[in-house]
């Protein structure tokens, strides 16, 4: 690669299976009027026509690279681009979004005249299937109070600088949706970031796309743990927008969270039966990371209306790793514990005993042994989803 004055701009675009779209996504950064890039694909190993494409502009253009092997998802793929960049100036395309004529230009051009900006971000298109503009995102000047209450920036029109992204560590692969809100609140907390009131880039959404198919199920609640992660709570804005997941939807959100991420607490053994009813003495075993550690464990218990008319008011009683800790008077047939754990430990143990028993033989339940009460959800959670859980919850 020729030397040059001007810094190298690496464009790091993740793909896979999108031999549809990335030829229009190639040719949008290697026509750039900016001619000191490296574009480097990392494709998670395509099945379709994308690596004939690849192969052909690695042939044509040495400023073009690829890799192509499987990967653990978007996020892995990004950071192995990041770490193969020689660039001082980090541009993230995905493979079915372009570049306007000249943005590239535009990026460098306010990164070197304002040296105090850790990022920059512009404009961005959307447009449909077929690259045909129908709208734009709503971008706006950035800082940390803004994005607490807005995603402002549009990905493809961001560039950031190289170090600046490796102090980040890069993309937090634990995000499968909103990886890149996630970065810019980050960044947002330790450096400024600049804007360009131009358009410089097109995002592309068509049937298949993530945000099509998977903002409700992935992004949102994505969304609202980062907020949780980084803020400490979430805006009314986004707890409206939300909506679906107020009171009991909340255990709904819980568990969308957890089914997307990895090694979040979680419960490795209990004395519940098969079906749900507890011992008189409940024992739950929560197993826990170090970079997430459990903070609460929510229990929504229920009392069948024969053994709460019938009975004495019951009381739980409950001890954490073997101290006391509280005690619940039940005065609903439908309940929801709330107890703290210990976050300094990977291992807690929570005991919640009952006052009293009640009788399988009084009520004529299927099971011998004496119960304490249904306990419908058991739900061990990190700070991030804590926070979340009370916000939708209460």
């Not at 077929?130 to 709208?135: K, V």
């Not at 980062?226 to 009171?247: D, E, M, R």
């Not at 609460?296 to 009683?317: E, H, S, Y």
Request: aromatic share 8%.
């Amino acid at each position: 690669m020729s030397h040059s004055p001007l810094p190298l701009v690496t464009i790091i675009t993740p793909s896979y299976n999108q031999g549809k779209f990335i030829r229009e996504t190639i040719d949008s950064v290697l026509q750039q009027d900016y001619r000191h890039i490296e574009h480097i694909v990392v494709d998670g190993g395509s099945t379709d026509n994308t690596i004939a494409i690849l192969q052909s502009y690695a042939q044509s253009d040495g400023r073009f690279r690829f890799i192509s092997e499987p990967d653990r998802g978007q996020s892995h793929a990004i950071n192995k681009g990041l770490a193969m960049a020689r660039g001082e100036i980090i541009g993230w395309l995905n493979s079915d979004d372009t570049y306007l004529p000249g943005a590239i230009r535009k990026a460098v051009h306010a990164l070197l005249s304002h040296p105090e900006w850790g990022m920059v971000h512009g404009h961005c298109h959307v447009a449909n299937e077929t690259n045909q503009i129908t709208s734009s995102f709503p971008t706006e000047p950035a800082d940390a109070q803004k994005l607490y209450h807005t995603c402002c920036i549009c990905q493809p029109a961001a560039f950031i600088r190289k170090n600046v992204f490796e102090q980040m560590n890069g993309v937090d692969e634990n995000l499968h949706f909103c990886m890149d809100y996630e970065l810019w609140m980050r960044v947002a907390k330790s450096h400024i970031i600049g804007y360009i009131p131009e358009f410089v880039a097109t995002a592309r959404l068509h049937s298949n796309c993530k945000s099509a198919t998977q903002w409700q199920s992935t992004g949102i609640p994505e969304v609202l743990k980062s907020l949780a992660k980084h803020y400490g709570s979430i805006p009314y804005g986004w707890v409206t927008y939300a909506s679906q997941y107020q009171g009991p939807g909340a255990f709904t959100l819980i568990n969308k969270l957890k089914d997307a991420a990895h090694n979040q607490p979680r419960v490795i053994h209990t004395n519940r039966s098969i079906d749900m009813w507890t011992p008189p003495i409940f024992r739950i075993q929560i197993a826990s990371d170090a970079h997430a550690p459990a903070h609460l464990v929510i229990v929504k218990g229920r009392l069948p209306a024969p053994a709460f008319q019938n009975q004495k008011p019951m009381t739980l009683t409950t001890l954490i790793n073997g101290q006391p800790y509280k005690s619940f008077p039940i005065t609903q047939t439908s309940f929801q514990l709330e107890i703290p754990l210990d976050p300094s430990r990977t291992s807690n143990l929570v005991d919640i005993a009952a006052s009293h028993i009640i009788s399988p033989v009084s009520l004529r339940l299927g099971f011998l042994q004496a119960a304490g009460f249904i306990a419908e959800e058991i739900l061990p959670l990190s700070r991030e989803e804590a926070i979340v859980f009370r916000t939708f919850a209460h």
